[in-house]
């Protein structure tokens, strides 16, 4: 069963404007981890934000902020005041009791975000 | 963050030869890493867990004479394509943990020709 599904192939956003990039996931592990990377051309895996299960408040990174619902399994990435850069492959990803050390990643098939001048 | 280094960025070899790539986390210790494989737009696929001091562990369907991996110290895993095929060519990226987190390496364009 698929564990993060990305249901947006591509999205396309106008400078300066905000985007809600998808995510929902599945898992029975209560402590586990939710990421959100950015894949440009170059393939580095950037690094974006981080919510745990029992974070309180979603996370926030300066543009980046993760609408996490518990309840519905889902961890949205909002991205506010689109610039040029921000286009790139976006994946939503999960590790299962982060805290153990030893489990990996899981991904999800990735959005391409777009942002047009 | 934490960095972790992956060499080389980018190699193109004859079928039939071996390539080794390396991981190495700069800034902290690692017990684990994890290798990951990307063929063209598609998402990221985990191969195997390396464990430092024991052997590493492989998804299904990754052959591990084909892929042998050591994680040889806290700080340095190796994955290396034996007897390398077209079919391999693939985009390779590592990663480690450091608490909750993964770092990744900038990841290896593999080119079997």
């Known amino acids: 069963a698929q564990k993060i599904t990305q249901t947006q192939p591509g999205m396309f956003v106008q400078e300066k404007e905000a985007v809600t990039l998808d995510c929902t996931y599945d898992t029975s592990d209560p402590s586990y981890g939710l990421f959100w990377y950015k894949q440009p051309s170059s393939g580095e895996m950037i690094f974006l934000i981080y919510?745990?299960?029992?974070?309180?408040q979603n996370a926030t990174e300066g543009r980046y902020s993760l609408n996490f619902q518990k309840a519905r399994k889902s961890a949205n990435l909002v991205i506010s005041a689109s610039q040029l850069g921000d286009s790139a492959m976006y994946f939503c990803?999960?590790?299962?009791?982060?805290?153990?050390?030893?489990?990996?990643?899981?991904f999800g098939k990735g959005t391409r975000l777009s942002v047009i001048a | 963050g934490a960095v972790v280094s992956q060499h080389p960025s980018r190699v193109i070899c004859k079928s039939g030869t071996s390539v080794k790539i390396e991981c190495r986390s700069l800034d902290f210790q690692a017990t684990t890493m994890f290798w990951y494989r990307q063929f063209p737009k598609q998402s990221l696929m985990l191969m195997a867990t390396s464990n430092e001091g024991s052997k590493a562990t492989y998804e299904q369907g990754v052959e591990k004479d084909k892929f042998l991996i050591n994680h040889a110290s806290l700080t340095l895993s190796t994955l290396t394509v034996t007897s390398a095929h077209p079919e391999d060519s693939s985009f390779y990226i590592c990663s480690a943990p450091m608490a909750e987190k993964l770092f990744f390496g900038s990841g290896t364009q593999l080119s079997v020709l």
């Open positions: 990803a999960m590790r299962e009791a982060p805290n153990s050390g030893n489990t990996p990643l899981v």
């Open positions: 919510q745990g299960s029992y974070d309180q």
